[in-house]
């Protein structure tokens, strides 16, 4: 039996899709360019549709802010995905550190929501708690392969983002590729055959949460 061709509905729910991601990309391109209070109507235009379209889907700005979050933070778990499936545990983390770090550097309007409202927060949380476990697999896979310093912890992932992150900021206007330099530098840190006894134990889970805490404040 012969399937009928696709009806007006299929349609219009495909052009709906489409419009949505349309407005997602154009406001995470916008935002990363020229921060978060970009106006949705600048949004709208780069997207090349109408603010009834807009309203349609995002009734509000915050709607569309959180869309964008749920976009970005999305791909970074993905990447902690993939380096947990990657078979030599110490390509899978310096591929997740170099990705992660590229998307900072190419959405650094992130901060500007992160730090403004309550619900990126709340993602940025979520975020974490679902990718701790797939880091913490790959970096006792590394240890366990004899490429990763014994005493590097999941704890001190963060301090290695936010430490290139400083330098993303610092030199992303005038040279935006050195952040790779910088991180060339802390990767062969962390190698095994490079490691030396540290002076300090890494901070636990507790401490890492008021850490992360105030400096969201």
């Known amino acids: ?6 009806g007006p509905t299929k349609t219009l729910r495909s052009d709906a899709r489409r419009n949505r991601e349309l407005l997602v990309a154009s406001a995470r391109e916008l ?4 921060g978060v209070d970009v106006p949705v109507e600048e949004i709208v235009r780069h997207a090349g549709l109408g603010m009834g379209t807009l ?7 915050e709607e569309l802010v959180d869309a964008v979050l749920e976009e970005a933070f999305g791909e970074i ?7 947990a499936a990657t078979e030599e545990a110490w390509a899978g983390l310096v591929g997740f550190f170099e990705r992660a770090l590229a998307l900072h550097a190419a959405n650094r309007g992130l901060k500007d929501m992160l730090a403004t409202r309550g619900r990126g927060r709340e993602r940025a949380d979520a975020m974490r708690a679902r990718i701790r476990p797939l880091l913490r697999r790959t970096i006792v896979r590394a240890q366990e392969q004899g490429s990763l310093r014994r005493d590097f912890a999941a704890e001190d992932v963060p301090f290695v983002i936010w430490t290139v992150g400083r330098v993303i900021e610092t030199t992303g206007q005038v040279a935006p590729e050195y952040w790779r330099r910088y991180l060339g530098f802390v990767l062969d840190g962390l190698r095994a ?4 006894p540290l002076p300090a134990a890494p901070l636990t889970r507790s401490q890492l949460a008021r850490a992360t805490m105030r400096r969201e404040e």
């Open 193 to 196: 055959e490079a490691a030396t």
């Open 55 to 61: 309203y349609r889907h995002f009734p509000t700005k």
């Open 31 to 34: 935002f990363a360019s020229s």
């Open 1 to 6: 039996m012969v399937s009928p061709p696709p």
């Open 77 to 83: 778990v993905e990447l902690a995905e993939e380096a």
